[in-house]
């Protein structure tokens, strides 16, 4: 207790600290000695009424010594009047929260179950929404984000999807920049870069800009400064602007580090500029100058982001609607040589929800969820509350009688009410602040590369002091509205027993309900995001994941040129598969669950479809690459050693790709070419086709896919290194590394981490929302538990008479509990038809997220009906229990 | 105020005057009763004032005893005034009469 006092004694001013604060305290010791206080109950109380006494004391000190400091500031202001002669708005609210704290702490159970449960609520509002905050709805620190657009793609021929990142040529972007609603545009390709000048080599997310990219994000670097017109124009000197995470990791914040020579991918580079802390673009550490001439790239090659910024004035529509001009001007000059052009669109879209679309459903229906468990504790503290202005009518008929007004009486009442729920919304800070603190396993791993976090904030504050003030006034409202219609007259003759009028009772059995129906609607989200993560779980993936480690290589292109990256790979895997403990090895473009590569193609015999071009996945892999995954082969044979430059080019498809394009033929020894319809093609032979596996995602229909022997192309110079393994995968780790520095100390493995955690990546989604979902919805039904016991047990105490009549009259204890529990399943049901419609009507919210179970799924629904029915059961069963052994002469004596 | 009308006590036995004259109606937490100390003493009602003779030894001798000032004391009496001029106006009506009697 001293401790605490000591600590609360800070909040008081230094002055009165000093001269105060000992006596203070000995006046505590002294009183916590004393005879009166010493049982348990009596200590508690004690110490809570000192605590709140010391709080309030020191905000009423401060408040007097600010008072005394405007004063002072004012100069001799006019001669303040006595209290009592000057009675201000101001001076009537504190006096409301006097009254409010004092009705508290002469009810510390009931000031501690009201805060504990409304900041749980709370709580958990703000924790979702600093996440939403930090990562959907203001992941950047730019100025004006809003502002800031990506333009998107839409090829109707090749697919009906958009797409942000990676789309677009040099060309189609001279064709953006003309739209006049931007006042800035930007083009940047995004790979990575060896960056050399210091002890070990490293590879560097890196964004290559056609075009100056910090006028549009609006940042300007922080030391040194941005590129000059020379440098980005192509054969400029070479200059680079880092990061200052990478300024601070690499270079260790060395000030002097724009004179220091740098050698990037082999090149001596001269860092102009660092850029300030935080996120800049998706991640980027290194911005170069792209150093080619885009004119001589080919409208088709499409591997460039497009960023943009609003003029002052012009909206998103606007900018739309000049893209669209764009595109059909483009489609009309362009469509005879590239098919692809016919309706294309071009969008834009602010780059947040561009980049970030995918978790923006989860993320809006996790703060719709918590929104509702918000409801369910506001309802049951409305529950509360009307119970105990039941029983505090008395003391308001008394002051109704005494010339109270009735708006004055409402203001007492909603100030007790907003007073709880601030004291909640405390309790709610601190626990989202905990929350967003441990929140980095909340936060997918592939948001925390481009480095956003979450945290509480301004935004998130005021959010929590908003929700609140609004639950404040929701919970207080009923009963002021209550105490308004309060007949002074009756509630003072009326002998007043706790538990309120009849009309009371259907007003609280009614929140009762609205509580069961929200628990529905939360219950069967949870139940259906549940089930949803067991089926991503099960889902047949076709591939083996286990003993599996993954990680990327990117060879220089100057020094290894033609097919020497492939003989690379070739030897790092034999020398790996040599290592102790490993079964196999491979090396591949791209690896599932996230196939991305895709390439064009055109079937011996066929002219190219005219509505759509046939698409599929393209990966150039080793041989041993579907036995390391375990795939099994449907037919033909696998790649073999002799597939190289010198023999014919060969290609294996998965059973997808003969499903949609082959349909019917015998795909082997079938011919195709690979690559764009625009110019001559070699042929290449399909040899085999292999069994499917997910390879886009492990939610997603199979894609069809094409795969080509590494050995045979020279264009791929980057790929991923896959081992199979009998040891545990992240131990062979360092080995690895060793490996591939015996062979060329300069190349970096990175991205290295197992299969195991790259699915884990994958579902990610899934289970934090299942999990939230779920502790959500758990909650919510212990809350509206908690409403069903309060509001049965109310309704007991009101019956008790009518229960002993009973009795007495012969009924047994069984018949009089069942009337009880039948109540409550009566509530039960009336929740469950109100609830089920909101869930079956809402459930198309939900779909986007589910996988392998739809929205009105009748198991889930059957389930959480059930569960609940049992739940209200036992909630109601002590009540109910009571009511059976009502002693009727008791009960009848009371009349 | 009215507890130090009898003459200088410090904190702690102001608050155990208070509770007893009401009983323990009147429960003063520690930070109200030096905040209120503090408010009547910057408003020059109360000031601190030596110790008792008797009370020069022992633990009671470190705490500050405080009393009326002038000034307390003429307010005190012009609140005590007025609070009777309350009361007997409430007298003089019938229907309260018999509360207060």
């Known amino acids: ?895 | 105020m009215l507890a130090l009308a009898d003459g200088a006590r410090h904190g702690y036995a102001i608050k155990q005057e208070v509770e007893s004259r009401t009983e323990g109606a009147i429960a003063l937490g520690p930070g109200t009763l030096y905040e209120a100390i503090q408010r009547l003493e910057d408003g020059g009602l109360i000031e601190e004032t030596p110790p008792a003779a008797d009370a020069i030894n022992g633990q009671e001798a470190q705490r500050r005893y405080y009393r009326l000032t002038p000034r307390g004391w003429t307010t005190l009496r012009e609140e005590l005034r007025s609070l009777g001029r309350i009361v007997d106006l409430a007298r003089e009506n019938p229907r309260l009469r018999k509360g207060l009697a």
């Open chain 1, 1 to 895: 207790m001293r401790l605490a006092a000591r600590l609360l004694l800070r909040l008081f001013p230094p002055a009165f600290r000093q001269r105060h604060g000992g006596e203070l305290l000995a006046t505590i010791d002294a009183e916590s000695r004393a005879p009166g206080n010493q049982s348990r109950t009596a200590r508690l109380r004690f110490q809570s009424h000192v605590v709140v006494d010391l709080v309030a004391a020191a905000c009423r000190s401060r408040a007097r010594q600010a008072r005394g400091a405007i004063q002072q500031r004012l100069g001799n202001g006019p001669p303040r009047l006595p209290a009592s002669a000057k009675r201000t708005a101001m001076d009537t609210f504190a006096n409301d929260v006097r009254y409010s704290l004092r009705q508290l702490i002469r009810r510390p159970g009931f000031a501690a179950i009201a805060i504990f449960s409304l900041g749980l609520a709370i709580g958990a509002n703000s924790l979702i929404y600093g996440l939403l905050d930090g990562l959907v709805l203001r992941p950047f620190p730019y100025p004006d984000p809003d502002r800031l657009v990506a333009v998107g793609v839409t090829f109707p021929k090749v697919s009906a999807q958009t797409s942000y990142i990676e789309t677009l040529s040099p060309a189609e972007y001279s064709d953006i920049r003309t739209v006049s609603s931007f006042s800035h545009a930007a083009s940047f390709d995004l790979g990575n870069r060896n960056i050399i000048g210091g002890d070990a080599p490293e590879r560097v997310f890196t964004a290559l800009l056609l075009d100056d990219l910090f006028p549009v994000i609006g940042l300007a670097p922080a030391l040194g400064r941005g590129f000059t017109r020379e440098e980005l124009a192509p054969g400029g000197a070479p200059a680079a602007i880092i990061s200052h995470r990478l300024w601070q990791s690499r270079f260790g914040g060395d000030p002097g580090i724009l004179d220091r020579p740098v050698r990037i991918s082999g090149r001596a580079v001269s860092i102009v500029g660092v850029m300030p802390p935080g996120l800049i673009v998706i991640g980027t550490d290194l911005w170069l100058p792209w150093g080619g001439d885009p004119l001589t790239m080919p409208r088709n090659v499409r591997q460039f982001n497009v960023l943009a910024r609003l003029a002052p004035g012009a909206t998103l529509t606007q900018a739309n609607a000049e893209l669209a001009t764009v595109a059909r001007q483009v489609e009309g000059d362009h469509k005879a040589q590239f098919a692809e052009y016919e309706n294309w669109q071009l969008t834009a879209t602010p780059w947040a929800a561009a980049l970030l679309r995918d978790v923006r459903p989860a993320g809006f229906i996790l703060l719709g969820a918590v929104g509702l468990v918000l409801l369910i504790a506001c309802a049951n503290m409305t529950n509360l509350f009307l119970a105990r202005s039941s029983s505090r009518q008395r003391e308001l008929a008394v002051r109704l009688a005494l010339g109270a007004g009735r708006w004055r009486l409402t203001r007492v009442l909603l100030t007790e009410s907003i007073l709880l729920s601030l004291l909640g919304a405390c309790l709610g800070l601190f626990i989202a602040w905990v929350g967003l603190k441990g929140a980095s396993g909340l936060i997918p791993a592939q948001f925390q590369s481009l480095g956003l976090e979450a945290a509480v904030n301004v935004r998130v504050l005021t959010w929590s002091v908003l929700l609140a003030l609004a639950s404040g006034l929701l919970v207080g409202a009923l009963p002021a509205l209550q105490a308004i219609r309060t007949d002074p007259h009756e509630s003072l003759r009326a002998d007043v027993r706790t538990g309120g009028s009849r009309a009371g009772q259907r007003v609280r059995q009614a929140l009762v309900v609205a509580e069961l129906a929200l628990s529905v609607v939360l219950l069967v989200g949870a139940g259906l995001l549940l089930r949803t993560f067991f089926n991503v779980q099960r889902v047949e993936r076709g591939f083996d994941a286990r003993g599996l480690l993954t990680m990327r290589l990117t060879l220089p292109r100057d020094r290894y040129p033609g097919d020497a990256a492939g003989v690379f790979f070739d030897r790092l895997a034999e020398r790996l598969a040599g290592l102790p403990g490993v079964r196999s090895v491979a090396a591949a473009s791209q690896f599932p669950p996230g196939e991305t590569f895709s390439t064009r193609f055109t079937l011996e015999g066929e002219t190219p479809d005219a509505k759509r071009l046939p698409t599929s996945l393209i990966t150039v892999a080793t041989p041993m690459y579907f036995e390391t995954l375990r795939v099994p082969l449907r037919a033909g044979r696998w790649f073999t050693a002799t597939d190289r430059l010198d023999a014919p080019l060969v290609a294996i498809v998965n059973q997808a790709f003969v499903d949609r394009y082959l349909r019917g033929v015998n795909p082997i020894g079938h011919r195709l070419t690979i690559g764009n319809a625009d110019r001559q093609r070699p042929w290449t032979t399909i040899v085999g086709v292999v069994a499917n596996y997910r390879n886009t995602a492990l939610t997603e229909p199979v894609r069809p896919a094409l795969y080509t022997p590494v050995r045979q192309q020279t264009e791929w110079n980057q790929l991923f290194v896959l081992v199979r393994s009998d040891v545990a995968a992240a131990s062979l780790l360092p080995t690895v590394r060793q490996t591939v520095s015996a062979i060329d100390l300069e190349q970096p493995v990175y991205l290295a981490r197992t299969m195991d955690d790259a699915l884990a990546a994958a579902t990610f989604q899934q289970r934090a929302s299942a999990l939230l979902l779920g502790i959500f919805a758990a909650v919510a039904l212990v809350l509206a538990a908690v409403g069903t016991y309060g509001v049965m047990a109310c309704v007991v105490s009101m019956r008790t008479q009518e229960m002993g009549v009973r009795l007495a009259v012969g009924a047994q204890p069984r018949d009089v509990m069942w009337l009880v529990l039948k109540q409550v399943l009566r509530l039960v049901a009336i929740g469950l038809a109100l609830g089920i419609p909101i869930v079956l009507a809402g459930g198309s919210a939900l779909e986007s997220l589910l996988f392998g179970v739809r929205a009105a799924d009748p198991l889930t629904i059957g389930l959480v009906s059930g569960l609940l029915a049992a739940v209200a059961v036992i909630a109601a069963w002590v009540p109910a229990a009571r009511a059976a052994r009502v002693d009727p002469i008791q009960a009848l004596r009371v009349e």
